[in-house]
């Protein structure tokens, strides 16, 4: 099994046994995400916002507008610290200081690199549409010249990054599991629905 | 409808027309969703981590171990970024440029305070345990002395923030509207499932 790198600011510090670093378990939940949050310092504030990411083997892709004050922020140098998050349930305890959540997340160190390359990044654009859709990127109409420029697409190397994973029901101290209360999870899902189809144009 | 004021850094330079102000608008995104992401600098460096939120008027709390590495950076003064996402959609144009997301955000600048008053603090964790499920508050074992000291609970002043919002069909270019390209929303929702019970402690 292939594992990425532990580093001092990856290593977790409490529950250790929640951490994974193996490529299967980190991969799944940066796939199954939809989107990202991303963070960055820019004249010694921080920079957060939520986007849509994708993945081609280790590089993880991101993509904005030209002019995104963080993305310039990024190419200037700073470094990046991604977070993937899912949520997975809620955990009923018997005490209060027990409950919690069941999630899987990925927090992810790197620095950007600005997909120059006409065919990685029409390439990458095309993983997105996938991502979105199989068969999309045979759909749609491509990007053209002023659309691929209006584009920036940012990509992160997958190698100092840790995944934490809780599942399971209360962890309840033993003399609580005793009490009259009610325990469990309650699991939380993101649902994506039925599309909603456009009329074609022109049509009522 | 009262307004948070707006700062050059929360002032949406791009889609100024998605950009929103209002309480109303801001406090349905914060309390819908459960979990937010808090971004910080320590010794120059991104922080980045999911959390769980709740908010009780413009006091917005986390919670967390008091050895948590990122909550110490901010008692230490550090400035927060936070961001809640809901993600409503994904927008599937004629053309690949226009694909897009139906999203209600809100990004919050602010510094923490430390909840040291213990009535507060009793306070908010009942005000977290009725956000998971209404009355939990007064059916679980009441933290301890022991448990209330090992949890950190941090409030951040809702003031200098910006809402985002996307919502409705594809907006393609006129000349693409003709294309034979199906286009349309697959809406996306996060849905809570019914509890699975925990049996009471002694049961098979």
């Known amino acids: 099994m292939t594992q990425y790198r532990q580093t001092e600011r990856t290593r977790l510090k409490r529950a250790p046994k929640r951490a994974h ?6 991969n799944a939940i940066i796939d199954e995400a939809l989107i990202c949050h991303l963070s960055t310092v820019h004249h ?3 920079l957060l916002q939520p986007t849509i990411h994708w993945r081609d083997g280790d590089q993880l892709y991101v993509h904005g507008s030209s002019r995104n004050g963080l993305f310039q922020a990024l190419l200037e140098g700073a470094e990046a610290c991604l977070a993937i998050t899912l949520l997975d ?3 009923f305890a018997r005490s209060a200081f027990h ?10 160190y790197a620095r950007a690199r600005r997909v120059d390359d006409v ?7 095309d993983q997105l549409l996938e991502k979105f859709h199989a068969g999309r990127s045979q759909e749609a109409r491509p990007a053209n010249a002023a659309e691929l420029k209006a584009t920036s697409v940012l990509a992160f190397t997958l190698d100092e990054l840790s995944a934490k994973v809780r599942s399971g029901g209360p962890i309840d101290d033993p003399e609580d599991r005793v009490l009259p209360v ?5 699991p939380v ?11 074609p144009s022109g049509e009522p």
């Open 189 to 199: 899902t993101l649902q994506r629905g039925e599309i909603e189809y456009e009329p």
């Open 119 to 125: 065919d990685e990044k029409r390439r990458a654009l």
């Open 21 to 26: 670093y193996d490529t299967a378990t980190v």
């Open 182 to 186: 009610w325990a469990g999870v309650q």
């Open 89 to 91: 349930g809620i955990v």
């Open 44 to 46: 010694g504030q921080p």
């Open 99 to 108: 409950h919690s959540v069941n999630f899987r997340s990925v927090v992810i």
